[in-house]
């Protein structure tokens, strides 16, 4: 197996083994594909997921990809408050936090989640 699948696959259980969703501070769970960036806020003792967006719906395509994951969190932590959500984990799954998935985080941040 190459070794970037293998340390991903090391991150993404190491990560997940520390992070849990209650109802009190349910989990904000990031996935990235090679065209769009998606984001759930997901309450693990339910199993249910609260708020889901993704960059898809986004409308303006020509911005850069960092610009829309920070429009995205920026959305979902509006939706968020209107749902009474105001603290989350952060979950970014097996990626390195840097580039979309930290923007996303700190468009999260503005819109006013906390982390």
């Known amino acids: 197996m190459d ?43 339910k199993r249910q997921t609260l708020v889901g967006l993704t960059s898809k719906g986004l409308p303006d395509k020509k911005s850069s990809p960092v610009e829309r994951a920070g429009l995205l969190g920026e959305q979902l932590a509006k939706i968020a408050t209107e749902k009474k959500i105001k603290k989350v984990v952060f979950d970014r799954g097996s990626y390195r936090f840097h580039g979309q998935v930290r923007a996303l985080a700190e468009g999260a941040r503005k819109g006013g989640l906390e982390f």
């Open 3 to 45: 070794d970037k699948i293998k340390q991903q696959k090391k991150r993404r259980v190491r990560v997940r083994g520390k992070i849990f969703g209650t109802s009190d501070r349910p989990r904000l769970s990031v996935h990235r594909s090679n065209h769009y960036i998606s984001a759930q806020i997901i309450d693990d003792d």
